[in-house]
């Protein structure tokens, strides 16, 4: 254990690339012999089951336990099934649409990929899979993906002036000094409109790197792309410490946002969430709505936009159109 916390401690200074410090992560997984296993095949299986394990509890090192067996060899098989996966179109894209609090009417959608595994009844959700992604590398495969199958599903519909598309990006891709240039090369090549394109992005993600992000982000938004902070208030900034950055729309996450008609701790901190957003100029967007009272009381603290289950459930993009053409355009979901 000394060793591991040393091997550790060595990987938690900053590496200089380009001069630019980036930090990385390191996760040990452990087996000893004999106790996990008596040959060099079943200890290393057993090691990799901890280090999984590890990256999933963020501790660092993680010595095997049988009883995470189950679990961590599940997530060591879908990793092995990741780029068979993502070659073979297994990744499917889910909308949920955003409703504008002051018209009623959709405003937007957030696209969010499902799994469908070969192996699996389900469809396995992003919190399963993106984790393991990133891990092996092959997120900014996956996002190039999504983002060329939402122009090309853009060309099938013609929603209405104003409507933008949300695409989430990972900390990984701030760190691709090739991103812009791939956004660029998308919006020439498809009739996607670089106005009804919107990235999100977590706090965490733009802070482990503020100074890369607002070089990346800069030439993104110089394109008319907009960008959005998802999550937010589960971070550890402020807006404050994002007013820099060429941001359009925070989105309140849905653990303020459940409670916020019973909790007046919640219900204050979307308050001065949405107080200090407009004074920055940005557009606020509640998480997580279900319900009508909910709704209401968004849209009197002065909210922009909402999503969540009240409107839809995400849905696949053939029954999103559908839903889209069919939704009630009208002021019962409007602020008065």
């Not at 980036?22 to 004999?34: A, D, E, H, K, L």
Request: charged share 20%; hydrophobic share 40%; glycine share 6%.
């Amino acid at each position: 254990m000394k060793l591991a916390k040393s091997v550790i401690q060595c990987f938690n200074e900053p590496f200089d690339a380009d001069q630019q410090p980036v930090r990385i992560s390191t996760s040990i997984g452990i087996s000893c012999f004999p106790v996990h296993g008596h040959d060099l095949h079943e200890l290393v299986r057993k090691a990799d089951v901890a280090m999984y394990q590890a990256k999933t509890l963020g501790k660092g090192y993680c010595l095997y336990d049988s009883e995470l067996d189950h679990h961590s060899t599940l997530l060591l098989s879908l990793s092995h099934d990741l780029d068979q996966g993502i070659r073979n179109n297994e990744f499917l894209l889910h909308y949920q649409p955003k409703v504008d609090l002051s018209t009623g009417f959709v405003s937007g959608a957030e696209v969010l990929s499902r799994w469908k595994h070969a192996r699996h009844q389900s469809m396995l959700l992003p919190d399963t899979f993106i984790p393991l992604i990133e891990q092996n590398g092959l997120i900014q495969s996956l996002t190039q993906k999504v983002l060329f199958i939402v122009a090309e599903n853009y060309q099938l519909w013609t929603p209405d002036p104003g409507f933008q598309i949300g695409v989430n990006l990972s900390a990984i891709h701030l760190q691709d000094p090739e991103l812009p240039n791939f956004i660029e090369k998308l919006l020439a090549e498809t009739t996607l409109p670089a106005s009804a394109l919107q990235l999100e992005l977590t706090e965490t993600a733009i802070l482990q790197n503020p100074k890369r992000a607002k070089i990346v982000l800069s030439e993104i938004c110089n394109m008319g792309v907009s960008l959005a902070i998802d999550d937010f208030g589960t971070g550890y900034s402020s807006l404050l410490h994002l007013k820099h950055l060429p941001l359009n729309e925070i989105k309140i996450d849905k653990s303020f946002v459940f409670n916020c008609v019973s909790n007046n701790n919640d219900a204050a901190i979307i308050k001065a969430m949405i107080r200090m957003a407009h004074d920055l100029g940005l557009v606020v967007t509640a998480e997580g709505v279900e319900s009508q009272d909910v709704l209401n009381c968004l849209a009197d603290m002065g909210c922009d936009k909402a999503q969540g289950y009240y409107f839809s459930t995400p849905l696949p993009f053939d029954e999103f159109k559908h839903w889209y053409e069919s939704f009630p355009q009208h002021s019962d979901f409007a602020r008065s």
